[in-house]
């Protein structure tokens, strides 16, 4: 309560303003006070600081920098030394730009240490698999901005759709339900049990009796409880056959109240998409993911080298030896500084001439294994099923059946039939073989969409733990604070730097965390 | 409790069946009783009646048909009958298709009743207003269906976003908050005050001791509280300034809960979304609501006359007589059937022989009177507040603020400064002058983004109860059943008649029943 009264007595000095200085007065003592955050000062200011300090660099001689890793924090990077007129090369062990932001389409190929597949899907623009990061949120105002930057066309993804299902076995008898009909029940009973309390008086000495009224309007309103404050159904949970055109809309009947409330993990899964990184607007790029990064790379073309596998990282005096090979050629380089944005799963395996303690903590990361499935199909879940995009929630086998945000009412589309973000179900999965793979995403998917063997296809699937130059997919450690500073000449960067693991837009900010060190150690 | 019994005892034959059939077995089961809706069926299979009928005609002569007005319901009417081989005209006085569905972009003129607007838009394809129904939901099924058919491509439409804002001059403050910020609390203190209840054990009665903990556990991590179950501050609300990327998220300040418990609209409103024709999955097609009545127009190109002003529905024995008016000339046809798909706003002041009782029906229907102004601007609302895409809500006067869906990014966006859905607001509003609207939209919606005054120009505004040939919005009253029958040779449509009035999918519904009864008179 102490920080309410904080924000309440914020909220009456702002009041004062406005009735002597107007809108605009109360606008900016609102900025100042961080009540409202204008989009790049969310990172930290962090961009902001390296555009003022680079763009302050005019004829000061510039150190050579490698940038090692040509995921999107060493593509930022080297965007962002290319405009500030830094002699830099990054160097990436992959023949394509893009770490993890792989975007599966028809001819790519997808290696993992025992494994290679080739996808074969067709060739139409929205038949493609985000195999890597597949959503941005509109929080993420870094990475958003190198998208207006770079003309990188977005659109809205649906994250939530309370259209697609809910199923767990062990619940409702099995029976896949819309995750309106478990919404709206979670919101209905929650209301009508609260009423109920507030009636009974249990709450009289939290909510005084001249306020109750006031709290049962907001209650009944919420919940959509009858006049007397029960929860019997509710149209936004679905409308019965039949209904709802030209007669009037009838409400499914409710869910039970025990199939959500006790033993089943039904009531937590749709609280998913309130978390801050999670929730509406949520974003990709049109036609896949891998356009960022390859929007960053068009613009680094010449400094850019690609297959090239980084050796060892050295010191030599107080610059960076670096050493590499490409197709079984030797090489080595000499510059003045190294930002290294490889994957501490695949950098710790480097050898290297780093500080005991910075080798310490990038041995220490810790990595989530997660996995993903995705096959073309005629769209079934649109036309038969009433579903354009979102997510599917089923047992924890598979877990998640994602379909597609774009490309709405084409023939074929991309689901993706199982994303385990880690632990011993995505353990499980990566240990089958490929087709394993496809038949134990088709007998867990069948169970939400009976239609699923007679239209998927083309199934291609990535374990991020078993995909060389990742080992991974995103780190589940603290990030190390240690690893935000140089280290000698060494500065990292990475997702997992931030507390946005996993995220795009960890990547972009370790980048200019990583450009910002640079400068301090220039002098400048 | 009856209904949620019936479908408990439901759920539990499901079962039964799955341990006997197997998933299949269980699927259809779920779509026999009406648990799994497949897509057309929602819609009372109104679609699939037609389908099916129309296609047994083969060479049975067809009756002609004039169809009167080339909104949606008209076009989806003449649409059909040219697949099913009708001789047929359609007639709109306006010269467009599509008449409320009507998307402003450069170059469009604007009519009301005592008014000219010319639209001064740049020319680009994302800069356009969708001056009357903008969204379709996921659940409008046939709509889908023809834009699935007509090849109108579609994109998701943000339609709540927690990261918009509230505003109300009566609370906080006067201080726009972010949606998410009022969705957390509302959550966060309902689940702590039930939390508190339970504990206290004035609920034992509804919930065990023994599940008592389970609730406790549904309730915590719906209302994100703390172990000890008070709701204190949440992620979800937005993260404070400077926290986030390279240090841990901090959550910003709990709102108070007096702000929206007591005396303002502020928890009422993002309960919107909630409602079936409003959750997501919401679309658009790209490029402008009028794509759709445009690719139905493409398709009746030869049969539609545009410019034509009924001036009298006459009966001629048991045939049906229609006199127009264009450029001033005046003429008259001869058919076995109308199909009337005028908003009974106009068709009640058209001379008709309708009977007394369709007349009356006619004369009753009470229509709203909503408003929209549409503005060009830069997109601050992406670059500077985060905002992409979904509805900004603030005081009475302007209510809403809608961020456009596409073109995410672009340098230039089309604002929605107000949409008014009717009343005395809205009557205010369409009563001033076409420079007072723009004045007033900009002096409510610089409360919200003080922005405003210096990015916002070129206003257009739409008060439908002044545009010709609409007279109105939609209707607001119960629709007629007498008029969803034929009256002699005159089959009624338009969204009026059915429970979805304003909505696309009414229209369409409607135009699907009259081609029902068309065949009922023909005896087929």
Known sequence: MQEENTKQSR??????????????????????????????????????QWNE????????????????GGGIAGLCVAYELKKAGFPFYLIEARDRPGGRSHTIRSGSVVDEIDSQQNCNFDNEEELYFNAGPARISQTHCN????CRELGVPLQALVND??????????????????????????????????SKALNAGALD????????????????????????????????????????????????????????????????????????????????????????????ADEVVEEAYYGIEITA??????????????????????????IVAIPPSVLRNIPNDFSPAAANAIAQVQYAN?????????????????????ISWTDPEILQIWYPSGGFGQEKGIIVGSYLF????????????????????????????????????????????????????WSVSTPSSLLQLPDGPFLFAGDHLTYLQGWQEGAVISSLNALNNLLDLMGV
């Open 205 to 296: 000495s939290d909510i005084s009796f001249s306020e109750q009224n006031a709290v049962l309007d907001v209650l009944r309103d919420y919940g959509d409880l009858s006049l007397s404050n029960f929860f019997i159904s509710s149209t936004r949970g679905g409308l019965q056959e039949d209904s709802g055109g030209l007669t009037p809309g009838l409400a499914n009947p409710a869910l039970n109240l025990d199939d959500f409330f006790f033993d089943t993990s039904v009531p937590f899964t749709p609280n998913f998409s309130e978390s801050i990184n999670q929730s509406a607007t949520m974003m990709q790029p049109v036609g896949g993911m891998d356009k960022i990064a390859q929007a960053f």
């Open 422 to 473: 880690g632990g011993t179900d995505a353990t499980n999965f990566q240990n089958l073989s490929i087709s394993d793979r496809i038949e134990f995403a088709l007998a867990g998917g069948e169970k939400v969409h009976p239609q699923y063997r007679q239209n998927l296809s083309a199934g291609v699937s990535v374990a991020w733990a078993k995909v060389p130059y990742s080992l991974g997919g």
């Open 11 to 48: 909220r009456e000095f702002l009041q004062k303003i406005g009735e002597i200085g107007g809108t605009a007065a109360v606008y900016q003592a609102m900025v100042s006070m961080g009540l409202l955050v204008s989009g790049e000062a969310q990172a930290g200011s962090t961009r902001q």
């Open 370 to 390: 997660p996995t993903k499935i995705a096959f073309q199909s005629p769209r079934f879940w649109e036309s038969e099923d009433d579903i354009y995009g979102g």
């Open 161 to 194: 759709n309370p259209g697609a299902f809910i199923h767990n076995s062990s619940a409702f008898g099995g029976v896949p339900v819309r995750a309106r009909e478990v919404k709206t029940a979670i919101r209905g009973y929650i209301a009508e049990l609260l």
């Open 53 to 68: 300090r680079s763009q302050l660099l005019g004829n000061v001689e510039k150190p050579t920098v490698a940038i090692l």
């Open 313 to 338: 990282i050295r010191r030599s005096g107080s610059r960076v030896l670096i050493e590499g090979r490409a197709d079984g050629m030797e090489g080595a380089a000499e510059v003045d500084y190294a």
């Open 143 to 146: 990475l958003l901005s190198y």
